[in-house]
């Protein structure tokens, strides 16, 4: 009785609380374009920079020069060696963090409203005038290569290896963005030189800014970050179609348990049907505690901890992939309950009540996502690749509404493709073989 | 250049963040603190028990976490899973943590739908309802939880045999999960038994982070808690001692899913305590003077940069514990440099450094990230709830919370190097190794 009453409560209470975000389109004075929250409460301001491309870039036989050269941008620039750097930026109470991924090399500060000329100054030097010394390389060669070695005895690095390689084959996005030891061991400092011109570029520049800083102050700010960038880098990959053929790959590994990814083509994010998947998406594997595979697997059977499936919308590829961890004996168990449910959303789709929650969900969580200034930073920049309008974050939640129960179930036939569902099974499976 | 950097930092004086809490204490004897952050229209809501693994009953370890588990299965009007579909349903996320000292429940959601998930909380503090069905679906949930995070994992059982080494006589030395042979058989009397005796508002501390309103909140958590009445079973918690710690511990875990050897050593180490927190507060500074920066700290540039020998090195402490907690180091070194080796370069720089004293500029520089990151930490309100919750779970006071940052800064070189002096004891201490086993080179047959 009470649980429907907290049902009708949980409907009523269901309008969504508004986005308070006022994004600013701002323009420096020399033609640098950046999206602004201005936030005064605290401050700081959080800065986020990403540059297009990424590991992506990397020549033939040069695999994870990306990834090695930026880690190398904190090592030292112009007169600052590591420790050098490092002392200035950490006297400044500066956050500085470089990392590269396969579609893009990204930036995120964070610095003190009281320090923000000499951090951006200490940033101008990383970002046009990095070191690269021969000491430097060695070390952090050293880590990449620690990490190499780690990632060939875990089972979920050994399991992403595999997808990547089976979904993407040949295209960069098949192999791992930090190299193999061999392709490592070879990369030299010129190297490095060669893979910082082509990764920074001011074509490939996406730039947002939250906190206490102005329009006006936010724009002298990227003149000086980014006014002297080249104006073009190394040329990107194409576009890759997904090898979308089901079976398994089952790999060996000692313990206890067997790590399962699985992944399908995915969808892309200007396809008007989107927002229909990604409420599938939810009432499959997202949500946490309440999807039909975290139902199925965790709640009423106990076989694992916890499941989830997402959609990924790559630069140059779209996939819809999914992870867990089950005790050996129940792998081939927890593999026919997914293709179940996969075969059942397929044909079926969703339920009405399911429609209604998950959109009750995605509406309500939406404004939930824009808090604190690092966050917002980094979400905006995302929203410019994607090509979206600053009113985007006003306009995003009918959307999800205007989505039917038709529209759901016309796209799950379309999007899921249970005879294509590719199982990367790793540790050791009882009653599971590879499909060739 | 770089002595220009320097002088250029002088931080304004750092206003106290006090004036955004708020402190209450219901009749029943639960504690309410507030924490206002009016800059987005979300609030956290958290409640604290001061139970955890080591409370567990002897014998059945991992209950606390059992029971963190199957507060999720229902209440007498709610049913089993449908408090995370109402969170979700508003949008919200909902989750919940055991640690040693205490196990905490939370949910965030947009402000204006706090009165709904305080009333399941409220509710699930005395109403659980088990079916011995779901008790046993859950068992089989965190047996699965122990073979992914610690036995798929040889760090995590490293640490799992150090901790019981570290502690002879004192709970810490069980693992917050349970051992596996224990897990197996916790019941749902246990669970019931250990629910009965120690979920009740005079055992819980209510925080709420967030855009609202301290004395809406007081009459919001009046209205859904204080009806609850208190238990008059909650026990002072007084946990078995350590004793004298005689001689130092060793152990070598070898596995075959080791990629990376390392060297950790853990000290036994005075915790936080209230109104008394200056001697922590020296050794927080030295963990980050030793290893709490991977390029500058005292291990690092030893060891990575002055000589190349670790590709890895850190000191951690922390002192949120109700009772004696640790002091770690840990190092990875480069390939080809034998476990052996680096400790004893480990142990050269400790002594180094016990000889030559704290460097002015060293200490100057992590002062000033510190005050830094209680600007940055005032970006993020779920984790200043989590500061203050953690805090008032383990015995210290808000006051306490509130001096702390203060104490960081004014404890002086000297005062680091005393305990420097005190902690660096190899009686109290558990060195590990973790290593791959070693290559045996199979017979050939010609």
Partial sequence: MMRFVLVVAAVLLALPAVAEIRIQEVTSPGGIKAWLVEEHGIPFTALEIRFLGGTSLDRAGKRGEVNLMTALIEEGAAELDSQGFAAARDGLAAELHFRADSDGVGVSARFLSENRDQVVELLYLALTKPRFDADAVERVRGQVLAGLTADAKDPDAIAGKILRKRAYGTHPYGTVGDGTEDSVAGLTRDDMVAAFAGAFARERIYVAAAGDVSAAELGLVLDRLLGEMPASGADQPGRVELAAKGGVEVQAFPGPQTVISFYQGGIAFDDPEYFAAQILNEILGGRGFSSRLMDELREKRGLTYGVGTGLAAYDHAEIMSGQLAVANENAAQAIQVIRDIWADLAQNGVTQAELDDTKTYMTGAYPLRFDGNGTIASILVGMQILGLASDYPAKRNARVEAVTLADVKRLAARLLTPEKLFFVVVGGAVGVTSSE | MRLLWIIGVVLSAVPAWADAVSTFTLDNGMEVVVIEDHRAPVVVHMVWYRIGAADDTPGRSGIAHFLEHLMFQGTTTVAPGDLSKIVAAQGGSDNAFTALDYTAYFQRVAADRLDLVMGLEADRMRNLNLTEQDVATERQVILDER???????????????????????????????????????????????????????????LVVAGDVDPDEVLAMATAHYGPLPPSADIKPRVRPTEPAQLAERRLVLADERVAQPYVIRTYLAPERNAGDQRQAAALKLLAELLGGNPTTSVLARALQFDTQKAVYSAAFYDGLALDRDTFGLVVVPVPGQSLLDIEAAMDGVLAGFLKDGVKAEDFARIKTQIRASEIYGRDN?????????????????????????GLLQNVTADEVMAAARTVFDRRNAVTGWLEAPPITTPEVQQ
């Fill in chain 2, 147 to 205: 073979n992914e995070r610690t036995d798929s994992d040889p760090a995590a059982l490293l640490g799992e045999q150090m901790a019981a080494a570290q502690y002879m006589n004192h709970p810490y030395g069980i693992p917050v999960i349970g051992w596996r042979h224990e897990i197996e058989a916790l019941s749902r009397q246990d669970a019931l038994e250990f629910y009965r005796a120690n979920y009740a508002p005079n055992n819980a501390i």
């Fill in chain 2, 381 to 405: 309100v779920q984790g200043l709830a989590q500061q203050y919750g953690a805090a008032l779970a383990v015995g210290l006071s808000v006051k306490d919370v509130q001096d702390w940052p």
